[in-house]
């Protein structure tokens, strides 16, 4: 069974730091990967996608990850973080591509951004 | 409206009563998923529906728990007997069809949820 692994919970960093978000699965074959974020009192919602070609995946808001297929890994990564980044990040992925679309989400990790 | 809708947005409820959710997903979107989002436990996946039917209900926590989805659209989950360790966020997604769009294949569009609050 597919699993996702986010190890950090809490990260709290000062603006103009830069952020990695770490992400792990479980899954040997092709992936679909994902980062949504929760925004405060906001839906959940679509930072970024893999699904082929270009391992760097850039989304919104200047937010950036990189599949790394050796590492089964696909860290979330931003050069310099503002206030408004403040949220809980999740990572998914989805180990069917083209059937089932059952994507499984990891733990989150709150990220909480000080002025 | 053009997203995911719940309803109730909030729901307090007192010990052993049921309860009805009810999800409205984007119109054309014949997946549709529930998940239950517990402080501190991140997303816990529910039941996931491809039209009207449940291929993987794996996620249901035990057989207090039901979900229907009828004309491949509204769904709702029920609970029964509700007990205090039911409360959180019930969230309900829904993506496209596979094949429509490439690039939109398995993005799941997330509704506000809905806060249950069993008392």
């Known amino acids: 069974a597919q699993s996702v692994s986010q190890h950090n919970h809490h990260v709290i960093l000062s603006e103009a730091a830069s952020l990695e978000l770490g992400c792990n699965y479980s899954y040997g074959g092709t992936v679909n990967l994902f980062w949504y974020v929760q925004y405060p009192g906001q839906h959940l919602q679509l930072l970024l996608k893999y699904f082929s070609g270009d391992p760097l995946v850039k989304g919104i808001k200047g937010f950036e990850a990189e599949f790394i297929k050796s590492k089964f890994s696909f860290n979330l990564r931003k050069p310099s973080v503002q206030w408004s980044d403040t949220a809980e990040y999740f990572c998914?992925?989805?180990?069917?591509?083209?059937?089932?679309?059952?994507?499984?989400f990891g733990t989150g990790t709150k990220l909480q951004v000080i002025p | 409206g053009a997203g995911v809708s719940q309803s109730p947005s909030n729901k307090v409820t007192e010990k052993g009563k049921d309860v009805e959710l009810r999800c409205d997903p984007i119109?054309?979107?014949?997946?549709l998923y529930w998940y239950r989002q517990s402080l501190g436990q991140g997303l816990e996946f529910l039941i996931y529906?491809?039209?009207?039917?449940?291929?993987?209900k794996s996620g249901l926590p035990s057989d207090r728990f039901s979900a229907e989805r009828t004309g491949g659209s509204v769904s709702t989950l029920t609970i029964q007997r509700t007990q205090q360790e039911d409360s959180a966020v019930y969230l309900c997604?829904?993506?496209?069809?596979?094949?429509?769009?490439?690039?939109?294949?398995?993005?799941?569009?997330f509704g506000p949820g809905t806060r249950l609050t069993v008392l």
């Open positions: 998914a992925v989805n180990a069917s591509p083209g059937g089932y679309q059952k994507v499984t």
């Open positions: 529906f491809q039209g009207n039917s449940a291929p993987d």
């Open positions: 119109s054309g979107h014949t997946a």
């Open positions: 997604a829904s993506s496209s069809k596979p094949g429509t769009s490439w690039s939109s294949y398995n993005e799941q569009f």
